[in-house]
């Protein structure tokens, strides 16, 4: 069956560094997504993984391997507008129309 | 800037009533999806659309239907809504062709639906 894993919330302090995981088992990959979506917002684009390794985009960089169906999402010197869901999101090469496989998302609170 | 619009933010309905949600991308998007998201189940998608006048099923399409009649149109439609129809409504839209990047999903800013 498809199944994408991620913690249900987490908690980190302003200025700090967080790692979101996700792990995932799917009949096929084709890219993995991380999105941010804010309380009563749309989710939003950050990242995008399809070969092994790190993508690095300002304070946001995203690792994947493949091998271990394994992604996570690093923040950095976190801000208190970081705090928002965070959706991990996989493409099953085998579906039409770049559907995506979500997780249930991440929800992070950053503290003063 | 890319576009998705919903045609509400929120509505009400009454338990039984035909309900249409309108998704509306300026894109060029070949395909189409709607979902719907609630607390603890996260993001569940109910049909998406790869072409006009194409649809595929879901994960959870029993209850609902959709028409795509023009590429920038995409609608879901609640035959008879129902209580357990009470959720955010996401519509998102996204192109395969190669040469647009990564093809990621550009959602639009929900329908808060509430069915009484």
């Known amino acids: 069956g498809q199944n994408i894993d991620q913690p249900t919330e987490m908690t980190a302090t302003e200025g700090a560094i967080v790692q979101i995981n996700c792990t995932y088992q799917t009949s096929g990959f084709n890219g993995l997504f991380w999105y941010q979506q804010h309380a009563g917002e749309a989710p939003t684009f950050l990242s995008y993984n399809v070969l092994d390794g790190l993508e690095e985009k300002g304070r946001f960089s995203s690792f994947l391997s493949r091998s271990k169906g394994y992604s996570y999402l690093l923040l950095k010197e976190l801000q208190m507008k970081d705090s928002a869901s965070y959706l991990c999101a996989v493409r099953d090469f085998y579906n039409q129309g770049g559907k995506l496989i979500f997780g249930q998302g991440t929800e992070l609170s950053v503290k003063p | 800037d890319v576009k998705v619009t919903q045609s509400s933010r929120y509505l009400v309905k009454r338990t039984g009533e035909k309900v249409f949600l309108e998704c509306v991308q300026d894109m060029d998007h070949e395909n189409m999806f709607w979902y719907r998201q609630d607390p603890g189940l996260g993001l569940r998608l109910i049909y998406f659309?790869?072409?006009?006048?194409?649809?595929e099923k879901g994960d959870i399409p029993e209850g609902y239907s959709v028409s795509r009649e023009k590429k920038e149109r995409f609608s879901l439609i609640l035959e008879s809504a129902s209580t357990n129809q009470t959720s955010m409504y996401l519509c998102?839209?996204?192109?395969?062709?190669?040469?647009?990047?990564?093809?990621?999903?550009?959602f639009g800013p929900g329908t808060r639906l509430t069915v009484t």
């Open positions: 998102a839209s996204t192109t395969t062709e190669t040469s647009r990047g990564f093809y990621e999903q550009y």
């Open positions: 659309s790869y072409d006009v006048k194409m649809k």
